[in-house]
C-alpha cells in the first residue's frame, strides 16, 4: 500500500484508511428533515411551520411546497428557490419531505 492510502483523523488521533474517512464524513453529513427522513439534492420539501421570510416581506405558509432543494456545506440549512424569493435557504427542521 502506498503512503497517500492512509489519512490522519483527528477526532480518533490514528492513521485510517481513505475509503474510511471518506465514508465516515459521508455519513456525517446526511441532511435529515423535521421527521427523520433522509434528504437528497432534488427533492421536494413541504413547510411544517409558517416562516417569515426576512427582507422580502413575505410569510411563507404551512403546507408550501418548495421544489427542487439543493443541500449546502451546512446539515441543517437547504438552499431552494421559491417565487418571487431569491437565495431562499430554509433549516431542515421546518420542512418534511414530500
Keep these: 500500500m502506498a503512503d497517500d492510502d ?3 483523523d483527528e477526532a480518533s488521533g490514528e492513521w485510517l484508511p481513505a475509503s474510511e474517512v471518506a465514508a465516515k464524513q459521508a455519513a456525517a453529513a446526511e ?21 417569515k421570510v426576512k ?3 413575505q410569510t411563507l405558509k404551512v403546507g408550501t411546497v418548495v421544489r427542487s432543494i439543493r443541500l449546502t456545506d451546512d446539515p441543517q ?11 431562499l435557504v430554509l433549516r431542515a427542521e421546518f420542512v418534511r419531505k414530500r
Design 77 to 87: 440549512e437547504i438552499d431552494c428557490r421559491f417565487e418571487g424569493i431569491k437565495g
Design 31 to 51: 441532511v435529515r428533515d423535521a421527521v427523520g427522513n433522509l434528504l437528497a439534492d432534488g427533492d421536494s420539501v413541504v413547510l411544517v411551520k409558517d416562516l
Design 6 to 8: 492512509y489519512v490522519y
Design 55 to 57: 427582507g422580502a416581506g
